[in-house]
């Protein structure tokens, strides 16, 4: 027969274990890191995700008291260095700053070298940059509403420019086409930097901009902004209306950027990134700096992040299965 005084000791040695554990947890957390951490960034040099990557580095190296080193590892809408992430050991010294691609390749690629959900454990969404439709000074194109009168009266006859194939420039579009019930015709670039360029020089005359990548030539005049894809309007240029109230109500449209790690990476040294990387993001001069590129500064905890990114998931998997996008 089970006497109680072992039910007693059994529970207290289980509460010991537990004590323990939470303990080498805390360890565990104080410890880390104890050498640089590299912070994979899936886009090449010189966009937006490069720059809030090189805004943020700084900072958060002085916050971890470690090297923040920055490998860029552009290619195949940020899966090469989402491969590169997935495959790394789960230890809190390989981070991944990812972007939209992160909920859309999903919904548009039935191969991937790797699970979104499965194979990546998230840390912080960081800022949401809101895409702004553009057009060429020049272009016979007054507003959205005229924008969707030619489409509709022209239908295939409008280009738009986008990044390239599945990215977020030619998924704002295709939204757009969507919820306007109109078809415009798309021209894949390789990059925004091509694309900006043609659309500049009058080639195509429609673009879903980045608003960060977007900004210097709405200001310098060299591109003319008709709407912003946002849920309000921007406070960098708030006279420029939204989609939602320009004629298209539940228009919502942002390329985001989040940090990620491999799955398994110990939950105390999330939870300690996730402060240090929020933290980072709502210093001072750092939120400066991001809300001047148009950036929406936000630095979640993992939860609000796993959530957010279902709902991208979500919505994407719903657009491409409604339009019948595909990308392989």
Same mark, same amino acid.
Request: proline residues 9%; positive net charge.
């Given at each position: /027969? ?107 690629? =039935? !191969? ?66 969507? /919820?306007?019930?109109?078809? /415009? ?24 901009? =980045? ?19 946002? !849920? ?84 994407? =998997? ?11």
């Amino acid at each position: /027969m089970f006497h109680p005084s072992r039910l007693v000791r059994a529970i207290i040695r289980a509460a010991g274990g537990a004590t323990l554990l939470l303990a080498a947890l805390g360890a565990q957390a104080q410890a880390w890191p104890a050498k640089p951490v590299r912070l994979v960034v899936t886009y090449p040099p010189g966009g937006t995700v490069d720059a809030v990557a090189r805004i943020i580095g700084p900072k958060l190296s002085a916050r971890l008291g470690q090297p923040v080193v920055i490998d860029n590892r552009g290619g195949a809408g940020g899966a090469i260095g989402g491969d590169i992430v997935a495959k790394s050991p789960a230890d809190g010294y390989t981070l991944m700053l990812d972007a939209s691609n992160h909920a859309q390749n999903p919904a548009l690629r =039935s !191969k991937m070298p790797f699970d979104t959900l499965r194979d990546f454990a998230p840390v912080s969404l960081l800022v949401k940059v809101p895409n702004i439709l553009v057009v060429h000074p020049g272009a016979p194109i007054a507003s959205i509403k005229d924008l969707i009168a030619q489409a509709k009266a022209r239908p295939g006859e409008i280009n738009y420019a986008s990044s390239g194939n599945g990215s977020s420039p030619h998924l704002a579009a295709e939204l757009f086409d969507s /919820m306007a019930k109109t078809r /415009m015709t798309h021209v894949a670039y390789k990059g925004g930097g091509p694309a900006l360029t043609d659309v500049m020089a009058g080639q195509v005359p429609v673009f879903f901009a =980045s608003l960060g990548s977007g900004m210097p030539y709405i200001q310098s005049g060299k591109l003319r902004p008709l709407a912003i894809g946002g !849920k309000t309007r921007s406070p960098v240029l708030p006279e420029v209306p939204t989609l939602a109230e320009s004629g298209l109500p539940g228009y919502e449209m942002y390329e985001w950027n989040a940090v990620f790690v491999p799955a398994g990476t110990p939950a105390a040294v999330i939870a300690r990134l996730s402060k240090e990387i929020a933290a980072t993001v709502k210093d001072p001069e750092v939120r400066q700096r991001l809300e001047a590129m148009g950036a929406e500064v936000i630095g979640s905890d993992p939860s609000e992040l796993d959530a957010f990114r279902r709902a991208e998931l979500a919505k994407w =998997s719903r657009l491409a299965k409604e339009n019948k996008l595909q990308l392989d």
